[in-house]
């Protein structure tokens, strides 16, 4: 790894930085400071003997600005203290033959480390795999770890890439959590962001100014320079991150955050080089996920071989099935779900059986532009669909769950309609058990920047109608308070009780239908080129081709009324939610899948 602190065989110690915006670096080690060598294309090294594991380091740039390591392994104290010297190696793992898990057999399950438990550690995420296990969950999904500010946060205001977050733990311990989630046949996934670092704690402008680019704008201000002047290492130090948790936290896969705000205009897209050094360097045998968010619809990113395997990208969040499901849950339109308020049913129809709703078609959220590239071409396990993720809840003024927003009846058919679709479905945690804890936009700044973000936030909401009112926007949770971080932590004693029982028996049947009966159609090759069509005014029926072996249909009617008729089932009926009679008018969120057999 070119960048970063590296312990040598002899004992000694690499450190180097990549500083092309400083005439003099030197290496501060406790009270001392060493000059450090300049070498070619900004690069500053000096070899210690006097800095074993565990030793606190930071490099003082021109004589002035002191700053931690921007690839340090941990920051024990914070990202403005110095770093701390890693030894990768000193963790021995227990399970050595894992090699990951086929993506067809996956269900997803996000989660915040520090919310999730009670201790809001590593070692509390560790404590409930095997209640994860019994859920059928096959993949848990790490928001963000990279150093952010403070005590609290999403994880999405990081500035030390390679560093995860010390208020939850030490590197050491979040091994030990993916080495247990291995032993229990469970795949990790960690969140990273490459859009842009967070506004405090990164220090990068004063020695790297080549780090960012005037090229391009960004919602979080200048750019990340992947395609100007000096962007080669900018674009290693990417890569070696993405490698970095692949190879040496073991990670199954990893998620990238709003790629559509990754600016680069080259003949080779950054997110290309990726993908592509993750092929070529990680063993044939191990089963490493790369899954995308990108609101901008691209199916380039996706695109698979002539066996429908990925050249890329295993996979995309898609947003389009949590918009129509909140908007058939709820009948919400504000905002973007003003795309889907017109034939939701049309439109869930084609999510389910082409991947994208919008492939191009005019938004008429955003001003009638153009979004969405086809997508009819791949597979369902190229889209990660969900009901709900951090995003869709957090940022929320109040942070509700779907649970709260809509009718169980409603819920419970939309649930099965994802748990027992091809795509691989993705759980919000607690979702399983409808939680009752909203789930709050939180973080930990402070001075003028804590305020910003307050007030910022409580702007934000003024254009809707039950915020206009300055004495309701008050009422807005503050982002910094430490009481809006323990209201989103959940509470694993209400899962017992009888009303949450219910919910997570459903989740566990659904997910071990799933496992049983669709996962085994999966892995004979899922094609492209499913079908569908429209019920009535809100009823469809999809159905996706499945090896040899015929197709999946899925009939439903989403609405609160009794819809189009029945159609007859034909061959195996798989699930049946609401039995109702052939020909006879579908009942209130009727729900069926059953497998035809081919011919």
Same mark, same amino acid.
């Given at each position: 790894?070119? %960048?970063?602190?590296?312990?040598?065989?002899?004992?000694?110690?690499? %450190?180097?930085?990549?500083?092309?915006?400083?005439?003099?670096?030197?290496?501060?080690?406790?009270?001392?400071?060493?000059?450090?060598?300049?070498?070619? $294309?900004?690069?500053?090294?000096?070899?210690?003997? /006097?800095?074993?594991?565990?030793?606190?380091?930071?490099?003082?740039?021109?004589?002035?600005?002191?700053?931690?390591?921007?690839?340090?392994?941990?920051?024990?104290?914070?990202? !403005?203290?110095?770093?701390?010297?890693? /030894?990768?190696?000193?963790?021995?793992?227990?399970?050595?033959?894992?090699?990951?898990?086929?993506?067809?057999?996956?269900?997803?399950?996000?989660?915040?480390?520090?919310? +999730?438990?009670?201790?809001?550690?590593?070692?509390?995420?560790?404590? !409930?795999?095997?209640?994860?296990?019994?859920?059928?969950?096959?993949?848990?999904?790490?928001?963000?770890?990279?150093?952010?500010?403070?005590?609290?946060?999403?994880?999405?205001?990081?500035?030390?890439?390679?560093?995860?977050?010390?208020?939850?733990?030490?590197?050491?311990?979040?091994?030990?959590?993916?080495?247990?989630?291995?032993?229990?046949?469970?795949?990790?996934?960690?969140?990273?962001?490459?859009?842009?670092?967070?506004?405090?704690?990164?220090?990068?402008?004063?020695?790297?100014?080549? %780090?960012?680019?005037?090229?391009?704008?960004?919602?979080?201000?200048?750019?990340?320079? *992947? $395609?100007?002047?000096?962007?080669?290492?900018?674009?290693?130090?990417?890569?070696?991150?993405?490698?970095?948790?692949?190879?040496?936290?073991?990670?199954?896969?990893?998620?990238?955050?709003?790629?559509?705000?990754?600016?680069?205009?080259?003949?080779?897209?950054?997110?290309?080089?990726?993908?592509?050094?993750?092929?070529?360097?990680?063993?044939?045998?191990?089963?490493?996920?790369?899954?995308?968010?990108? $609101?901008?619809?691209?199916?380039? %990113?996706? @695109?698979?071989?002539?066996? !429908?395997?990925?050249?890329?990208?295993?996979?995309?969040?898609?947003?389009?099935?949590?918009?129509?499901?909140?908007?058939?849950?709820?009948?919400?339109?504000?905002?973007?779900?003003?795309?889907?308020?017109?034939?939701?049913?049309?439109?869930?129809?084609?999510?389910?059986?082409?991947?994208?709703?919008?492939?191009?078609?005019?938004?008429?959220?955003?001003?009638?532009?153009?979004?969405?590239?086809?997508?009819?071409?791949?597979?369902?396990?190229?889209?990660?669909?969900?009901?709900?993720?951090?995003?869709?809840?957090?940022?929320?003024?109040?942070?509700?769950?779907?649970?709260?927003?809509?009718?169980?009846?409603?819920?419970?058919?939309?649930?099965?309609?994802?748990?027992?679709?091809?795509?691989?479905?993705?759980? +919000?945690?607690?979702?399983?058990?409808?939680?009752?804890?909203?789930?709050?936009? +939180?973080?930990? *700044?402070?001075?003028?920047?804590?305020?910003?973000?307050?007030?910022?936030?409580?702007?934000? *909401?003024?254009?809707?109608?039950?915020?206009?009112?300055?004495?309701?926007?008050?009422?807005?949770?503050?982002?910094?308070?430490?009481?809006?971080?323990?209201?989103?932590?959940?509470?694993?004693?209400?899962?017992?009780?009888?009303?949450?029982?219910?919910?997570?028996?459903?989740?566990?049947?659904?997910?071990?239908?799933?496992?049983?009966?669709?996962?085994?159609?999966?892995?004979?090759?899922?094609?492209?080129?499913?079908?569908?069509?429209?019920?009535?005014?809100?009823?469809?029926?999809?159905?996706?081709?499945?090896?040899?072996?015929?197709?999946?249909?899925?009939?439903?009617?989403?609405?609160?009324?009794?819809?189009?008729?029945?159609?007859?089932?034909?061959?195996?009926?798989?699930?049946?939610?609401?039995?109702?009679?052939?020909?006879?008018?579908?009942?209130?969120?009727?729900?069926?899948?059953?497998? @035809?057999?081919?011919?």
């Amino acid at each position: 790894m070119p %960048f970063g602190t590296r312990l040598l065989d002899d004992g000694r110690t690499a %450190f180097r930085l990549w500083a092309p915006g400083a005439g003099r670096v030197e290496l501060e080690l406790g009270e001392q400071r060493h000059a450090m060598h300049p070498r070619r $294309d900004g690069w500053f090294s000096l070899i210690r003997d /006097d800095a074993p594991a565990g030793s606190r380091y930071a490099f003082c740039i021109d004589g002035g600005l002191v700053v931690p390591d921007p690839a340090s392994r941990f920051q024990p104290d914070d990202v !403005h203290a110095p770093s701390a010297v890693v /030894d990768p190696a000193s963790y021995r793992w227990q399970h050595t033959d894992w090699r990951g898990r086929p993506w067809e057999e996956a269900v997803l399950y996000e989660l915040h480390v520090g919310t +999730f438990s009670e201790s809001g550690t590593y070692a509390g995420v560790e404590a !409930h795999l095997d209640a994860l296990v019994e859920l059928g969950v096959t993949a848990i999904e790490l928001m963000p770890l990279a150093d952010f500010p403070g005590e609290r946060n999403w994880g999405y205001d990081g500035v030390l890439q390679f560093a995860p977050d010390a208020s939850y733990g030490t590197p050491h311990e979040l091994k030990r959590l993916i080495d247990a989630a291995h032993g229990r046949g469970l795949m990790v996934l960690l969140d990273v962001v490459y859009n842009h670092f967070g506004p405090d704690g990164n220090y990068l402008h004063a020695y790297a100014p080549q %780090f960012f680019t005037d090229r391009h704008d960004t919602p979080w201000g200048q750019a990340i320079n *992947f $395609d100007d002047t000096g962007c080669h290492w900018v674009r290693r130090f990417y890569v070696h991150n993405v490698l970095y948790w692949l190879q040496e936290f073991r990670f199954d896969g990893l998620r990238f955050d709003a790629v559509h705000a990754i600016r680069d205009d080259s003949s080779r897209h950054i997110l290309e080089e990726i993908a592509a050094a993750v092929r070529h360097r990680l063993p044939a045998d191990r089963h490493v996920h790369l899954v995308l968010e990108n $609101d901008a619809n691209q199916s380039r %990113f996706l @695109r698979r071989d002539q066996a !429908h395997r990925p050249l890329a990208y295993t996979a995309q969040w898609n947003d389009d099935s949590h918009h129509l499901f909140h908007v058939l849950a709820t009948g919400e339109s504000g905002g973007y779900y003003a795309d889907y308020i017109d034939q939701p049913a049309r439109l869930t129809a084609r999510m389910l059986a082409e991947g994208f709703a919008y492939q191009g078609e005019p938004s008429p959220y955003r001003d009638g532009e153009r979004r969405g590239e086809p997508s009819a071409q791949l597979p369902p396990t190229a889209f990660v669909n969900f009901l709900q993720n951090h995003d869709q809840v957090g940022n929320r003024a109040l942070g509700e769950r779907l649970v709260a927003l809509t009718e169980a009846d409603a819920l419970r058919a939309l649930t099965a309609i994802l748990l027992l679709s091809p795509p691989p479905p993705m759980l +919000f945690m607690g979702e399983e058990w409808a939680a009752p804890e909203p789930f709050l936009f +939180f973080c930990d *700044f402070e001075g003028e920047l804590a305020d910003a973000v307050r007030e910022g936030r409580r702007r934000e *909401f003024a254009r809707f109608p039950q915020f206009s009112d300055p004495q309701a926007r008050a009422q807005i949770p503050d982002p910094n308070a430490p009481e809006t971080f323990l209201r989103s932590r959940l509470d694993w004693r209400t899962r017992g009780r009888a009303e949450h029982a219910d919910w997570l028996a459903l989740y566990r049947d659904l997910i071990a239908l799933r496992h049983a009966r669709i996962v085994p159609l999966l892995k004979s090759v899922p094609q492209p080129g499913a079908r569908f069509e429209v019920l009535g005014e809100r009823g469809l029926e999809v159905g996706w081709p499945i090896g040899d072996v015929g197709e999946l249909v899925l009939i439903a009617n989403l609405a609160t009324v009794p819809g189009a008729p029945l159609p007859e089932a034909s061959g195996e009926v798989l699930y049946e939610r609401i039995p109702g009679s052939p020909m006879q008018p579908m009942p209130p969120w009727y729900v069926r899948y059953a497998l @035809r057999e081919a011919g």
